[in-house]
């Protein structure tokens, strides 16, 4: 659920935007999703190297401790036996000590890498939401648009044969033409035909629309379901 919650915010920020999200978005979309994945993976690598860093600097500091409580415990040994019990308490309290200190080091540690694991995967997370947004609503423009054409088209055409009947309208009134009318009825006529052929022009535009929105279309498709590192526009042609 906080995925598609992700994914419908930012489809309503790009909506918000009122820009036309296109083939070229998806693939800025996925450049970002792949520098998001590097991005997360220097953040874990250097989470363990300072994690490990960290555990070695206490495992070195225990140690070093430990030689030297265990130093006293020989110097004892040689120069005064009554202290050496006293000294190997002071060695076992030191060994006990580090090792707690290790213990809870390593805890750190893990807890480190932990976070950084999960500030990576949501950085990931967010541009493959991202990414899915994008792809969403370069589809909703595109089929929109597509939309709007065919209607564009269908309009034209509504009109072409509107500008048709109005020449043979025309053509018929000329006909029975009089004197009196037939140079305003032939001018009628004229302006019926150049309507016709403006009318024709347009849905020749509007087809052209058509095909470069479909082409759009076909070419956001492709750029969907393409892998990284293909061409769409391999596939287009």
């Known amino acids: 659920m906080k995925s598609n919650s992700i994914i419908l915010t930012l489809v309503a920020c790009i909506c918000f935007a009122g820009c036309e999200t296109n083939s070229d978005d998806i693939l800025k979309a996925r450049t970002d ?10 953040i874990v690598a250097e989470a363990q190297q300072e994690a490990e860093a960290d555990v ?3 495992r070195k500091i225990v140690t070093e401790d430990r030689e030297a409580e265990a130093t006293d415990v020989r110097d004892a040994a ?3 036996a009554e202290k050496v019990p006293d000294e190997q308490a002071d060695l076992e ?9 290790i213990e809870d080091a390593e805890k750190k ?5 932990a976070a950084a694991k999960r500030r990576a995967q949501e950085l990931v997370n967010e541009a493959e939401a991202k990414l899915e947004a994008t792809k969403k609503k370069a589809l909703e423009d595109a089929r929109a648009n597509l939309k709007a054409r ?3 088209l269908i309009d034209a055409e509504q009109a072409v044969t509107n500008a048709k009947a109005k020449v043979t309208a025309a053509e018929l009134r000329l006909k029975d033409a009089t004197d009196d009318n037939r140079s305003e009825l032939q001018t009628a006529l004229e302006s019926a035909q150049a309507e016709l052929i403006q009318a024709e022009a347009k849905v020749k535009e509007a087809q052209l629309k058509l095909d470069e929105q479909e082409a759009k279309v076909k070419k956001i498709n492709q750029t969907i379901n393409s892998k990284e590192g293909d061409d769409p526009d391999e596939g287009a042609k």
Do not use: M
């Open 109 to 113: 540690s893990d807890d480190k890498i």
């Open 56 to 58: 070695h600097e206490v």
């Open 150 to 152: 065919e209607n564009e």
């Open 93 to 101: 309290e030191v060994t006990q000590k580090g090792e707690e200190k």
């Open 78 to 80: 040689k120069t005064d």
């Open 33 to 42: 999703l792949d520098e998001a994945k590097q991005k997360a993976d220097k």
